[in-house]
């Protein structure tokens, strides 16, 4: 069984940094590539960043590119995002989830909030 949970979020200034981590049990990374989405109010869940493959393959949406940094420990079964220099604009609700390429099944976590504010 697939479980997700994240941790890590809250409330930061502008130009701050966060470091969001997932949880992942009943995933293999190989067979499951991993992704952060996230949500703000009003709007459409969307891809912020995915790892996948033994090549830790990475990529970014453009909005985030050079600022969030996608990786994961194998060993202890941990997916995280570090996030600098953040801006208002990320305010939103993240989401780890799980895409397994076997079953095209995909897992979600329950998100964490993050507010990015003065």
């Known amino acids: ?10 409330l930061v200034q502008p130009g701050g940094s966060l470091r969001l981590s997932c ?4 995933v293999t990374f190989i067979t499951h590539a ?4 996230r949500q ?3 709007k ?6 995915r790892i996948t493959g033994a090549s830790r393959s ?5 909005s985030v ?6 990786s994961r420990d194998s060993g202890d079964k941990m997916v995280y995002l570090q996030m600098n220099s953040l801006k208002p604009e990320d305010t939103a609700v993240y989401y780890c ?6 079953s095209r099944q995909d897992y979600w976590g329950q998100g964490t909030q993050v507010t990015v504010s003065s």
């Open 1 to 10: 069984q697939v479980q997700l949970v994240e941790s890590g979020g809250g």
């Open 23 to 26: 949880a992942a049990s009943g």
């Open 34 to 37: 991993m992704s952060w989405y």
């Open 40 to 42: 703000a109010p009003g």
């Open 44 to 49: 459409e869940r969307e891809l912020v960043a």
């Open 58 to 62: 990475t990529n970014y949406a453009d």
């Open 65 to 70: 590119k050079g600022r969030f940094t996608i």
């Open 97 to 102: 989830n799980a895409y397994s390429v076997f």
